[in-house]
């Protein structure tokens, strides 16, 4: 879940509340899908196809979500994405309004490390008639192959509404790691019964290490027929180092299908609209596998693979004469080899349980010039 | 034809622009001998026979050549590549100096596929008479392969060329690599490490503990 969706899911949860709505509680079922051309920054863009699967449970005080996103990518490529979201809330006097949310994400490119995220938000919104405001934060965990990061987000909010249209802002302070951003972001919507636009523009600034730059993006559903809706949409986004985004530009096309009921639900969710943002996943350049090296006497380097679940772990190279040799399994997953290998940049492959040849993370791959990949390790003089 | 004559074909054809010596005077590489057909280790031989008449380490091109042979590759293919290496060997020894070593030599070859102007080469050994080149010249080809535009890495390693050694090397391209994983822009990453770099800052270019220990300004 986005910033921008989360920030609108939080417009339309205080509108509707405070507009007096009396909405049952109801289940909704869509299914959207089409096809998306993606431009990751520092990669070529690519088409790609997909489909996403969603499944929403609206009540008075409570809002449950899950989302799958499968997406195939033009050279074959394949994500699948997971995301599960709820949120409570509950009105703290005439004026104000507590809301407790959390979400859990995770995605997966082919067989390589996966990001995930875990992350729970407390807002406090002050609610006039139409318009209002928040202060939230939000902390949780980042997970990127077996490294994990805890993030920590603060945000205020204010939002407005009259006849259709419905306009908010943020302002945004996230740090993780050692990197930190602040980000400004204005979404409006307008709906009709013929369509419904969603238009956002933000910028990134005063951070370390997280870009900087203007993005915005732009939603566009227009209802075909009975549980049928075409959908289009266009944009940059952002980078989120706390889910595994980085950012691009992209366009999308495709079909919504109501599955499960044909009513439309609150003008947001907590899950947000998933569509147009399905492609947001980094592509992992390298394997599942992590290697690292070590010094140790007269030349002779220990070098470990980290690879989880790996009954055999090979590896060749030019210091092993582009032969295979075995490692040896330590603990946790660990494989290790005690090898000479001179100073300089050298070129290596690691092979898992006897399958394809890899580029292990932790060094860096480019193509081999005979239809694959090598990785490339250097090793400074001592 | 069968592709085993318009192998060698090709092959001869490559060995005879190689302007070397005659192919009967070839020294074989022993390592060779057993991995590769025989068309095809007759013209790595004539390859390695002239870069070792020109004084360049043949170490790398007979590794090529067992890569390809490892990988399962053509033998026209395995020569080509051979082939490609030399003259990158050729040319970084050209750029920086007949004095380079052969880590450095095959370091910067590395730098020049990933897009390097040999003039870059030349500056950082001017930059660097009595040091190493090996992991500035790798350093300068990983940032370009993580994004960051040429000119910019070039600029980049340059800057840091005096006062940096390897290891502030090595951990400058490790921090780059982590922000641009975090969500970075490549040349946004190299741009805070740089400032972090000038700042006199390298003990502090290490990177963070995954639980974020040395988080600064956590709300």
């Given at each position: 879940?986005?910033?921008?969706?989360?920030?609108?899911?939080?417009?339309?949860?205080?509108?509707?509340?405070?507009?007096?709505?009396?909405?049952?509680?109801?289940?909704?079922?869509?299914?959207?899908?089409?096809?998306?051309?993606?431009?990751?920054?520092?990669?070529?863009?690519?088409?790609?196809?997909?489909?996403?699967?969603?499944?929403?449970?609206?009540?008075?005080?409570?809002?449950?979500?899950?989302?799958?996103?499968?997406?195939?990518?033009?050279?074959?490529?394949?994500?699948?994405?997971?995301?599960?979201?709820?949120?409570?809330?509950?009105?703290?006097?005439?004026?104000?309004?507590?809301?407790?949310?959390?979400?859990?994400?995770?995605?997966?490119?082919?067989?390589?490390?996966?990001?995930?995220?875990?992350?729970?938000?407390?807002?406090?919104?002050?609610?006039?008639?139409?318009?209002?405001?928040?202060?939230?934060?939000?902390?949780?965990?980042?997970?990127?192959?077996?490294?994990?990061?805890?993030?920590?987000?603060?945000?205020?909010?204010?939002?407005?509404?009259?006849?259709?249209?419905?306009?908010?802002?943020?302002?945004?302070?996230?740090?993780?790691?050692?990197?930190?951003?602040?980000?400004?972001?204005?979404?409006?919507?307008?709906?009709?019964?013929?369509?419904?636009?969603?238009?956002?523009?933000?910028?990134?600034?005063?951070?370390?290490?997280?870009?900087?730059?203007?993005?915005?993006?732009?939603?566009?559903?227009?209802?075909?027929?009975?549980?049928?809706?075409?959908?289009?949409?266009?944009?940059?986004?952002?980078?989120?180092?706390?889910?595994?985004?980085?950012?691009?530009?992209?366009?999308?096309?495709?079909?919504?299908?109501?599955?499960?009921?044909?009513?439309?639900?609150?003008?947001?969710?907590?899950?947000?609209?998933?569509?147009?943002?399905?492609?947001?996943?980094?592509?992992?350049?390298?394997?599942?596998?992590?290697?690292?090296?070590?010094?140790?006497?007269?030349?002779?380097?220990?070098?470990?693979?980290?690879?989880?679940?790996?009954?055999?772990?090979?590896?060749?190279?030019?210091?092993?004469?582009?032969?295979?040799?075995?490692?040896?399994?330590?603990?946790?997953?660990?494989?290790?080899?005690?090898?000479?290998?001179?100073?300089?940049?050298?070129?290596?492959?690691?092979?898992?349980?006897?399958?394809?040849?890899?580029?292990?993370?932790?060094?860096?791959?480019?193509?081999?010039?005979?239809?694959?990949?090598?990785?490339?390790?250097?090793?400074?003089?001592? | 034809?069968?592709?085993?004559?318009?192998?060698?074909?090709?092959?001869?054809?490559?060995?005879?622009?190689?302007?070397?010596?005659?192919?009967?005077?070839?020294?074989?590489?022993?390592?060779?001998?057993?991995?590769?057909?025989?068309?095809?280790?007759?013209?790595?031989?004539?390859?390695?026979?002239?870069?070792?008449?020109?004084?360049?380490?043949?170490?790398?091109?007979?590794?090529?050549?067992?890569?390809?042979?490892?990988?399962?590759?053509?033998?026209?293919?395995?020569?080509?590549?051979?082939?490609?290496?030399?003259?990158?060997?050729?040319?970084?020894?050209?750029?920086?100096?007949?004095?380079?070593?052969?880590?450095?030599?095959?370091?910067?070859?590395?730098?020049?596929?990933?897009?390097?102007?040999?003039?870059?080469?030349?500056?950082?050994?001017?930059?660097?008479?009595?040091?190493?080149?090996?992991?500035?010249?790798?350093?300068?080809?990983?940032?370009?392969?993580?994004?960051?535009?040429?000119?910019?890495?070039?600029?980049?390693?340059?800057?840091?060329?005096?006062?940096?050694?390897?290891?502030?090397?090595?951990?400058?391209?490790?921090?780059?690599?982590?922000?641009?994983?975090?969500?970075?822009?490549?040349?946004?990453?190299?741009?805070?490490?740089l400032g972090a770099a000038a700042a006199g800052a390298f003990s502090n270019v290490e990177p963070a503990s995954s639980q974020g220990s040395q988080r600064p300004r956590k709300p």
């Amino acid at each position: 879940m986005t910033r921008r969706r989360s920030s609108v899911a939080a417009v339309a949860v205080v509108w509707y509340c405070l507009s007096g709505s009396t909405l049952a509680a109801q289940v909704t079922g869509t299914v959207e899908v089409g096809t998306s051309w993606v431009d990751y920054e520092g990669f070529l863009g690519s088409g790609a196809a997909f489909v996403t699967p969603t499944l929403r449970y609206e009540g008075p005080d409570v809002s449950l979500g899950v989302s799958g996103s499968y997406v195939v990518f033009e050279s074959g490529s394949r994500i699948l994405q997971g995301l599960m979201a709820g949120g409570w809330r509950t009105r703290l006097g005439d004026r104000f309004l507590g809301e407790l949310s959390g979400s859990a994400g995770i995605n997966s490119y082919e067989d390589y490390p996966g990001y995930g995220h875990l992350l729970s938000r407390a807002r406090l919104h002050f609610a006039g008639p139409r318009s209002g405001a928040w202060l939230g934060a939000a902390t949780g965990q980042s997970y990127a192959g077996s490294a994990s990061a805890t993030p920590y987000e603060i945000q205020l909010g204010g939002w407005t509404v009259s006849s259709g249209l419905a306009m908010g802002a943020t302002a945004t302070h996230t740090w993780i790691a050692e990197t930190d951003y602040f980000d400004v972001l204005g979404t409006a919507r307008i709906r009709d019964r013929f369509f419904e636009i969603e238009g956002s523009l933000g910028f990134r600034a005063w951070g370390e290490g997280g870009g900087e730059g203007v993005y915005g993006e732009l939603h566009i559903q227009v209802p075909l027929v009975k549980r049928l809706t075409a959908l289009v949409a266009g944009g940059r986004y952002p980078s989120d180092p706390v889910r595994g985004v980085i950012t691009a530009n992209y366009v999308s096309a495709g079909l919504r299908i109501h599955a499960l009921t044909a009513s439309s639900t609150r003008a947001a969710t907590l899950l947000g609209n998933s569509f147009g943002t399905s492609v947001r996943s980094e592509p992992p350049r390298t394997g599942q596998a992590r290697l690292t090296i070590g010094s140790s006497a007269h030349s002779y380097h220990t070098i470990r693979v980290e690879a989880p679940g790996a009954e055999y772990v090979e590896l060749s190279g030019d210091f092993t004469d582009w032969r295979p040799v075995p490692l040896v399994r330590t603990e946790r997953g660990n494989w290790e080899l005690a090898i000479h290998i001179e100073p300089g940049v050298h070129r290596v492959n690691v092979r898992l349980n006897t399958a394809t040849w890899i580029v292990p993370q932790g060094v860096r791959a480019e193509e081999d010039e005979f239809g694959g990949r090598v990785g490339i390790l250097v090793v400074p003089e001592r | 034809m069968r592709p085993g004559a318009s192998q060698l074909i090709s092959v001869l054809a490559l060995v005879a622009g190689l302007n070397a010596v005659a192919v009967t005077a070839v020294a074989q590489e022993p390592r060779l001998r057993d991995r590769l057909l025989e068309p095809t280790r007759i013209a790595v031989d004539a390859i390695l026979d002239s870069a070792h008449a020109e004084g360049l380490p043949t170490e790398p091109l007979v590794d090529r050549a067992l890569e390809g042979a490892s990988k399962g590759a053509a033998g026209d293919r395995i020569v080509a590549a051979v082939q490609r290496l030399w003259g990158e060997l050729r040319t970084a020894r050209i750029s920086l100096g007949l004095g380079s070593s052969a880590p450095e030599i095959v370091a910067g070859a590395s730098a020049l596929r990933a897009g390097a102007d040999p003039d870059d080469l030349t500056r950082l050994r001017e930059l660097r008479t009595r040091q190493s080149l090996t992991v500035a010249s790798a350093t300068l080809a990983d940032l370009v392969a993580v994004g960051v535009p040429v000119d910019t890495a070039v600029a980049a390693v340059i800057a840091l060329a005096e006062g940096a050694d390897d290891a502030d090397y090595l951990a400058f391209r490790r921090n780059v690599e982590r922000d641009i994983a975090l969500g970075a822009s490549p040349v946004t990453a190299l741009g805070v490490r740089l400032g972090a770099a000038a700042a006199g800052a390298f003990s502090n270019v290490e990177p963070a503990s995954s639980q974020g220990s040395q988080r600064p300004r956590k709300p």
